[in-house]
């Protein structure tokens, strides 16, 4: 239960952040977007980041406005049009690439299908994620699972830090070497079933 309200103050909360942009015009929040992916640019960035977070803010709300259509503002130098939303690809590597590919940072469809990348990027990212896949169901096993561990709090302890330490792995090795394609690319640095936290993951 305290979870739950926990994760509702905080939906309110962001949902303040955003009110300040609803008061930007549309030419305003173009500018803002595209200034601010000159920022991001030419980095790996986690998605608990600050500027990131108030990006994702504004760029969602550019979506619902149809910012990018309007072509109010040039794309900024370095990036290529998205084919899900036609706003510049910015994209968002998650545990779930495989299944997912890389997610689109301003409609949250799949930007990249992940049969789309490079095939030695496709290797690199199985061989991670199949080795991420059962240490994040830990979070999810039923009661004759958790019974079977005989220890299930270690169990799932042990998970969590498995977690952490892929996904400090996946920032080191694997989300870097995206930017040879992309400008700039934001990764999940949480697992919010294993209560992995972004100050949990140490870079």
């Given at each position: 239960?305290?979870?739950?309200?926990?994760?509702?103050?905080?939906?309110?909360?962001?949902?303040?952040?955003?009110?300040?942009?609803?008061?930007?015009?549309?030419?305003?929040?173009?500018?803002?977007?595209?200034?601010?992916?000159?920022?991001?640019?030419?980095?790996?960035?986690?998605?608990?980041?600050?500027?990131?977070?108030?990006?994702?803010?504004?760029?969602?709300?550019?979506?619902?406005?149809?910012?990018?259509?309007?072509?109010?503002?040039?794309?900024?130098?370095?990036?290529?049009?998205?084919?899900?939303?036609r706003a510049p690809l910015l994209p968002l590597f998650t545990r779930d690439v495989?299944?997912?590919?890389?997610?689109?940072?301003?409609?949250?469809?799949?930007?990249?299908?992940?049969?789309?990348?490079?095939?030695?990027?496709?290797?690199?990212?199985?061989?991670?994620?199949?080795?991420?896949?059962?240490?994040?169901?830990?979070?999810?096993?039923?009661?004759?699972?958790?019974?079977?561990?005989?220890?299930?709090?270690?169990?799932?302890?042990?998970?969590?830090?498995?977690?952490?330490?892929?996904?400090?792995?996946?920032?080191?090795?694997?989300?870097?070497?995206?930017?040879?394609?992309?400008?700039?690319?934001?990764?999940?640095?949480?697992?919010?079933?294993?209560?992995?936290?972004?100050?949990?993951?140490?870079?």
């Amino acid at each position: 239960m305290a979870d739950t309200k926990e994760e509702s103050a905080l939906d309110k909360l962001w949902q303040e952040y955003a009110r300040n942009f609803r008061d930007f015009d549309d030419l305003t929040l173009a500018r803002w977007c595209s200034q601010t992916l000159g920022q991001l640019h030419g980095r790996a960035w986690r998605l608990s980041h600050p500027l990131v977070g108030a990006y994702r803010l504004g760029s969602q709300l550019a979506h619902d406005r149809q910012i990018w259509l309007k072509r109010l503002v040039n794309m900024p130098a370095g990036y290529v049009e998205a084919a899900c939303c036609r706003a510049p690809l910015l994209p968002l590597f998650t545990r779930d690439v495989v299944s997912s590919g890389l997610i689109c940072q301003h409609c949250n469809e799949t930007a990249i299908p992940f049969d789309q990348l490079p095939a030695a990027v496709q290797t690199r990212f199985r061989t991670w994620a199949d080795t991420y896949g059962p240490v994040h169901d830990v979070a999810h096993w039923d009661d004759r699972q958790r019974r079977k561990s005989r220890d299930y709090e270690s169990a799932f302890e042990n998970a969590a830090q498995k977690a952490e330490e892929l996904l400090a792995e996946a920032a080191h090795d694997l989300v870097p070497g995206l930017l040879e394609t992309f400008p700039a690319v934001v990764w999940e640095d949480q697992d919010e079933c294993l209560e992995v936290r972004p100050e949990d993951i140490t870079l």
